[in-house]
Nanobody, 121 residues
Framework: QVQLVESGGGLVQPGGSLRLSCEAS????????MGWYRQAPGKERELVAR???????DYADSVKGRFTILRDYAETTLYLQMNSLKPEDTAVYYC???????????????WGQGTLITVSS
């Protein structure tokens, strides 16, 4: 069974910074993609940033230049460094990954439990 465990959420003032981490555990043969989504109150879940196995990274336009994905695939841990946070970044942030489990079989999409980030003065 593959699991994603997030940490690092909390309350931060506008203009502040936070770093989220997401650790994948379980029997993983290969990680295809790993990234972050968020869901604000009353809104649909949206992509924040995602890294593919090939090293490509996609960022939502709303976070470009402020958020950065950092990863350590050797330890199957992904980080989201968030700078210059704005009130509109307030949301529950979810780690997401598409993996090939071990022993190898069809790909599996996994979600973390979510962590709340509140940007407010």
């Amino acid at each position: 069974q593959v699991q994603l465990v997030e940490s690092g959420g909390g309350l931060v003032q506008p203009g502040g910074s936070l770093r989220l981490s997401c650790e994948a555990s379980g029997s993983i043969f290969s990680i295809i993609t790993m990234g972050w989504y968020r869901q604000a109150p009353g809104k649909e879940r949206e992509l924040v940033a995602r890294r593919t196995r090939g090293g490509n990274i996609d960022y939502a336009d709303s976070v470009k230049g402020r958020f950065t994905i950092l990863r350590d695939y050797a330890e199957t841990t992904l980080y989201l460094q968030m700078n210059s946070l704005k009130p509109e970044d307030t949301a529950v942030y979810y780690c997401n990954s598409v993996v090939i489990p071990n022993p190898p079989s069809k790909s599996l999409e996994v979600w973390g439990q979510g962590t709340l980030i509140t940007v407010s003065s």
